[in-house]
């Protein structure tokens, strides 16, 4: 199996500062990479797909890159309203498998 | 707009039965590949199952098959998943999805809580 080394597990940000988050596959997964994200309480949402394409409807403020083994998330210009966990998933082989989630917070 | 909706939730015994279903509109169901996905109370996402679009190929984590089967009704636009001998690891909530282009989830359900416990 796959195994997802998200980072990190928690950060908080300021408003309007950029912010990062990491994941990193076990082997190679070719680009095969989706970032989500979570509001309190909701379902989660579709962020990224294919390591850096935006989901229709998604802010251009989220960006997403990597390759190989690590990928990361960008969110540039925190918004109050990107508060909660977010969570990658690699889509190259089965058993499909996520990274262990980032709690963001406003600070 | 794609709407999925899950039932079924409730609360069973350790070692029965529970089948959840998901009633999906907005799109052709029969096109796409479609997953459960659960997550454990304040823990994280886990995929549960997938099933090809004819329902003919199905994929499970080893942790998981044998115990939960993942079925479809095209002509209903349904999706189901069959769990048996429940345990109480497998309290959570479950989410119907929708598996997007390359084997993401681009549409979730709003979710259904089971919970394991006698």
């Known amino acids: 199996d796959i195994q997802i080394t998200q980072s990190p597990a928690s950060l908080s940000a300021s408003l309007g500062e950029t912010v990062s988050i990491e994941c990193l596959a076990s082997?190679?997964?070719?680009?095969?990479l989706a970032w989500y994200q979570q509001k309190s309480g909701k379902s989660p949402q579709l962020l990224i797909y294919?390591?850096?394409s935006l989901q229709d409807g998604v802010p251009s403020r989220f960006s997403g890159s990597g390759s190989g083994t690590r990928y990361s998330l960008k969110i540039s210009g925190m918004q109050p309203e990107d508060e909660g966990d977010y969570f990658c998933?690699?889509?190259?082989?089965?058993?499909?498998?996520f990274g262990s989630g980032t709690k963001l917070e406003l600070k | 707009e794609v709407q999925l909706v899950e039932s079924g939730k409730g609360l069973v015994q350790p070692g029965r039965s529970l089948k959840l279903s998901c009633a999906a509109s907005?799109?052709?169901?029969?096109?796409?590949?479609m997953a459960w996905v659960r997550q454990a109370p304040k823990k994280g996402l886990e995929w549960v199952a997938t099933i090809s679009t004819s329902g003919l190929t199905t994929y499970y984590p080893d942790s998981l098959r044998g115990r939960f089967i993942i079925s479809r009704d095209n002509a209903e636009s349904s999706l189901y998943l069959q769990m048996s001998s429940l345990k109480a690891e497998d309290t959570a909530t479950y989410y119907c999805?929708?598996?997007?282009?390359?084997?993401?989830?681009?549409?979730w359900g709003q979710g259904v809580m089971v919970t394991v416990s006698s």
């Open positions: 294919s390591a850096s």
């Open positions: 907005g799109f052709t169901f029969s096109n796409s590949y």
């Open positions: 999805v929708r598996h997007g282009l390359r084997i993401n989830f681009d549409y």
């Open positions: 998933q690699q889509s190259y082989k089965y058993p499909l498998t």
């Open positions: 082997e190679g997964i070719s680009t095969d």
